[in-house]
C-alpha cells in the first residue's frame, strides 16, 4: 500500500441504485458493489482471463465474473473459498458530504493462484513417428443396439487402407463422447472464447479434450465421415463444429495459428440428395479453421431425393465395391498431401505468415 490517493466517484445518489456496475476513477476500473447499505471496490479485471467484474453479478458476498464464474469478494478481492490467494485489488472507500470517494494508493495487491496449465495449452509440436489419421464419426445411433452405418462402414474402409499404408490411425465416435454443447463464451466477448475451450477448463467430465487433442496436438489427416440429415451434417457434427470456434478464435484475439500444415478429406452418405450443400458446410468450416485440403476432397452417396428404401440404401453401400475403392482413394489423397507437409514442408514460419485474419498460404 502507498501513500492514500482518494478520487471522488460522485454523488453518492448515482451509485446505490445498483448493486454491482463498474466505475472509473481516473483510468482504474473497480467493479463497485453497494450491499445493505454498504460500497465495496475491487478492480473490475478478473484474473483469469481479465473478465469484466463490474458486469456481472452478486453471490452473496462475492462478485461473480461474468466470462466464466470465478468469485471474488466484494469488499476484499479475495478469491471464494478454498481460492483466497487468487484476489484481485481492492480499495477502501468512504462517503463524505454526500459523495463517494475511492482511495487508490491504498488497494490490496493482485495476487494470483499458481493454475497448473491445462495439457491442451502445451506447444502444437509435431512429435516424429508415421502419419496419423484421426478418423472421426458423426453419426448418432444407440450404442445398445446399433445399426448399420453407411458412413461409419466406408469410414472404415479408409482408415484399414491408411494402416495398410504405414499410417497410424484413432477412430473417434462422436456418439460415444459426452460433450456439452458450446454455451457462447464467444458471444459474451471474443477473449471469453479462450484456447483451450472454456468448457473443457472447467469441466474434467467433458470429452471434447478427446477431439481437441487428436485434431490439434496429433492428427496430420482428418477423416469425418456424416450422414446426411435433413440436407445437412449430422446434429453431432455441428454439436463438435460449434466447440471448435476457441480453435480458429485464437487466430483472431492472439494471432494463434493452432492449426498447420493438417489435411482433411470427407465422407457422406445420405439416402436423400444434399451432398454439395453438406460438403461446403464442411469445407468452409474446415477452411476457416486452417485446414487443407487434397483434391477432390470428399467421396459422398447418395440414391437421390425420391429414395425412401432406406434399407436398399444399406444394402447399396455394404455391396459396393467403387464406393469402398472411392474412400482408400480419398485417404491416399489425403495421406499423400499431408506426407508432403510432413517430409518435405517448409517451415510454418515460411507457409504461414501471421497476421491478423491473414491466414492464407503465401508462396
Ligand atoms: S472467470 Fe473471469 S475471465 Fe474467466
Not at 164 to 180: C, M, P, Q, S
Not at 323 to 337: I, S, T, Y
Request: glycine residues 10%.
Amino acid at each position: 500500500m502507498g501513500e492514500p490517493q482518494w478520487h471522488d466517484l460522485g454523488p453518492l445518489e448515482d451509485f446505490t441504485g445498483k448493486a454491482l456496475q463498474t466505475v472509473k476513477a481516473g483510468r482504474t476500473p473497480l467493479a463497485l458493489s453497494w450491499v445493505d447499505g454498504s460500497f465495496g471496490a475491487i478492480s473490475a479485471v478478473c484474473n483469469h482471463a481479465g473478465g469484466p467484474l463490474g458486469e456481472g453479478r452478486l453471490d452473496g458476498e462475492y462478485v461473480v465474473c461474468p466470462w466464466h464464474n470465478w468469485k471474488f469478494h466484494a469488499r476484499t478481492g479475495c478469491g471464494e473459498p478454498g481460492f483466497e490467494e487468487d484476489a484481485v485489488p481492492a480499495y477502501p472507500v468512504k462517503v463524505e458530504e454526500g459523495r463517494v470517494w475511492v482511495d487508490l494508493g491504498s488497494g490490496t495487491p493482485r495476487s494470483r493462484k499458481p493454475h497448473p496449465p491445462h495439457p491442451l495449452a502445451r506447444p502444437v509440436v509435431r512429435e516424429p513417428g508415421p502419419l496419423r489419421v484421426v478418423g472421426l464419426s458423426t453419426t448418432v445411433m444407440d450404442k445398445a443396439n446399433p445399426r448399420f452405418s453407411t458412413s461409419d462402414a466406408l469410414l472404415e474402409t479408409a482408415l484399414e487402407h491408411a494402416k495398410a499404408l504405414g499410417a497410424e490411425t484413432r477412430l473417434i465416435k462422436l456418439n460415444d463422447l459426452a460433450f456439452r454443447a458450446c454455451e457462447g463464451y464467444y458471444s459474451k466477448s471474443a477473449r471469453a472464447c479462450t484456447w483451450p475451450c472454456s468448457i473443457t477448463q472447467m469441466d474434467d467430465q467433458d470429452q471434447m479434450d478427446q477431439v481437441y487433442e487428436a485434431l490439434v496436438h496429433w492428427g496430420d489427416v482428418i477423416l469425418l465421415s456424416t450422414p446426411i440429415r435433413w440436407g445437412a451434417a449430422s446434429s453431432l457434427y455441428y454439436r463438435m463444429a460449434e466447440r471448435m470456434n476457441c480453435i480458429q478464435n485464437q487466430t483472431t484475439i492472439a494471432d494463434k495459428v493452432l492449426i498447420r500444415n493438417k489435411v482433411a478429406a470427407f465422407i457422406i452418405t445420405g439416402g436423400q440428395d444434399n451432398i454439395q450443400a453438406v460438403a461446403g458446410q464442411l469445407l468452409g468450416f474446415f477452411g476457416e479453421l486452417g485446414i487443407l485440403f487434397p483434391q477432390f476432397p470428399y467421396i459422398a452417396h447418395s440414391r437421390g431425393w425420391t429414395a425412401e428404401d432406406m434399407e436398399n440404401n444399406v444394402t447399396f453401400v455394404k455391396g459396393d465395391v467403387e464406393l469402398h475403392q472411392g474412400a482408400r482413394e480419398l485417404v491416399g489423397r489425403a495421406l499423400a498431401l499431408a506426407r508432403h507437409f510432413v517430409e518435405e514442408a517448409p517451415t510454418p514460419e515460411r507457409i504461414f505468415r501471421g497476421g491478423r485474419k491473414a491466414h492464407h498460404m503465401v508462396p
